[in-house]
């Protein structure tokens, strides 16, 4: 029985927007375990980007509770959150969001930028990220010289590289053709098997939602179906 | 995030948009150029003040008539007709801390040698007046107190008189006529250089206080008395014996006022070095106002900069950045932004301070207490105008960044 990693409990969230309030998330209750992959589904507007922000701790629950690793984080402050990001969560965003004008191994390095780690260490540990998505020898070119695959293989290395609890993946092949989507895709996969990593994928693309062994749907708020649980 | 890596990510950002960095510091570069040249320029006044009067002597007193009421009507600041020659002889022999003294009179004629004429102004002073002021002659020599006794018919010439008279004669020996009366000329005084601008202390002849007064004026008043103390540290205590003394010659009862003025050197020097501390002041203020300025344009550029990188911010914060970390990064670029333009704003000033003594003429003095003035005034204008755009930074929503196009 593997550990559990992140349980959502009746999770609400409202957004004030003027005079009315919109009910983005209306009690969602979710468990994930470790080595898990996990596929969040729905169309625009279901709930899946606040939950994903919920999840990744960018964003904090109106109501309900969130443990990550049995710590109930939904009354963290600002910084505290921060710190949990930093070293807990993996983000890869449908647009990459890469630092312009950088170098793939600074943008590996930026989340051990914010870490207690040597700078010597924190090179050490990029080039190992950036080894493991396939990205050896690209290094040193900046990101403007590097194809959209390749931009979202830095992010990948990213993600990994201050060894989180889980990866949290938006729409990460929304940007790319069918080839490379496949080659990305592969690098989940692997990292999931092979490495036993925890990955959250977000997305509309019921094709790519089939690549995650478990899948739940997302409707107006709430989760309408559950799969492979 | 340590600080070197703070700094090191500084300035790559800054290096992304060199033109608007340079412009940027170029504010801070003119503040502080600004503040250090004018600042210099006030301290080389200073400076220039106060050798003028070492060069005089600190140990000097003047003493003056007071000013003579008649009826209650004040007439102005030496107005009295009461200082004799035989108050100077008094004072040298009663007044144990002064050395020298030296009665003078003055008045202007018109010279003539020959072909040649020139109207300057006559000083009658005392055989000692060349130990008193610190003014020796170059050529020949002074008059002595038995030509003074003697009421002798010889003068010394400033180097201003003597190329007008003489051009490249040699004037000693020579006979000079002033207001008719034959002088012999004895001596040239060495050069002096001009005080004021409009006043040159060498276009004038010197001859014995007694000539003056019996030959060209017809008085037998002296218009002032030069006094120099033993000692610098000595010029109250002589101040406090000569105004003794005179009240007594001048029978002035307990509780009168004086009928004449005793003002020291030191006291002189200090006011005119207040009056240039004063101006020193004023132009470092003035360029300060530059600084505010560059100050301002930091914070412009600093806001427009963080405009620019919200999504950048907002990565940063998705992947961990704290409020701090954040706050610190667009701090330390507005720190570094004025903290180089400072640097090289100090150079430009000294630069600029170089080149005002070159062209100007005027004495300039920087020091090293204006250039860490300089210095920490301009970071702390970078703390200052940084640290607000910083802080909206650093309150930016991560979701809302991340989402900014």
Known sequence: MNNTIIKLENIIKIYQVGASEVHALKGVSLEVKEGDYLAIMGPSGSGKSTLMNIIGCLDKPTRGHYFLEGTDISTFSRNKLAEIRNKKIGFVFQNFNLLPRTSALENAELPLLYSDISPKLARQRALEALAQVGLKGREHHLTNQLSGGEMQRVAIARALVNRPSLILADEPTGNLDSKTEEEIMSVFKSLNREKGMTLILVTHDPDIGQAAPRRIYLRDGLIVKKEGF | ?405
Request: glycine content about 10%; overall charge positive; some cysteine.
């Open chain 2, 1 to 405: 995030m340590n600080i070197i890596k703070t700094i090191q990510i500084a300035f790559r950002a800054l290096n992304r948009n060199k033109m608007r960095s340079f412009l940027t510091a170029l504010g801070i570069i003119i503040g502080v150029g600004a503040v250090i040249a004018m600042v210099s320029i006030g301290q080389g006044a200073k400076k220039a003040v106060e050798q003028r009067f070492q060069e005089m002597g600190t140990n000097l007193l003047f003493i003056r008539p007071g000013s003579r009421s008649f009826r209650g009507v004040h007439g102005g600041s030496g107005t009295f007709q009461n200082l004799k020659p035989e108050d100077a002889e008094a004072i040298l022999k009663n007044c144990n801390a002064v050395q020298y003294v030296s009665p003078n009179v003055s008045t202007r004629a018109q010279t003539v040698y020959r072909n040649k004429n020139w109207n300057t102004s006559i000083q009658g002073v005392g055989a000692d007046y060349p130990l008193i002021r610190n003014w020796n002659v170059v050529d020949g020599e002074f008059f002595n107190e038995g030509m003074v006794k003697t009421a002798a018919k010889v003068c010394v010439l400033g180097n201003e008189v003597k190329i007008n008279l003489f051009e490249n004669e040699d004037p000693i020996g020579k006979i000079i006529r002033i207001k008719s009366i034959p002088f012999r000329v004895i001596g040239i005084m060495e050069q002096k250089g001009e005080a004021g601008g409009w006043f040159n202390r060498d276009d004038t002849i010197f001859a014995p206080y007694t000539t003056v007064q019996k030959r060209l004026m017809g008085i037998d008043h002296v218009q002032s008395i030069d006094v120099s103390a033993v000692a610098s540290e000595l010029t109250g205590e002589a101040q406090r014996q000569i105004e003794e003394l005179l009240r007594e010659k001048h029978r002035i009862l307990p509780g009168a006022e004086d009928d004449f003025n005793v003002r020291n050197m030191s006291d002189i020097a200090e006011s005119a070095a207040e009056s240039t501390r004063i101006l020193t002041i004023l132009l470092g203020g003035i360029a300060s106002v530059s600084l505010l300025v560059g100050g301002i344009g930091i914070m412009n550029i600093m806001l427009v900069s963080v405009t620019e990188r919200i999504r950048e911010i907002g990565i940063r914060m998705a992947i961990g950045a704290k409020e701090r970390d954040i706050l610190m990064q667009f701090l330390t670029e507005a720190i570094v932004l004025s903290g180089v333009g400072g640097l090289i704003g100090i150079g430009v000033g000294m630069l600029t301070s170089r080149l005002i003594s070159h062209f100007a003429g005027w004495q300039t003095v920087v020091s090293l207490g204006a250039i860490l003035l300089a210095f920490i005034f301009s970071g702390t204008v970078g703390v200052f105008f940084g640290y607000y755009p910083a802080r909206k930074a650093s309150k930016l929503d991560p979701i809302e960044a991340l989402r900014y196009e």
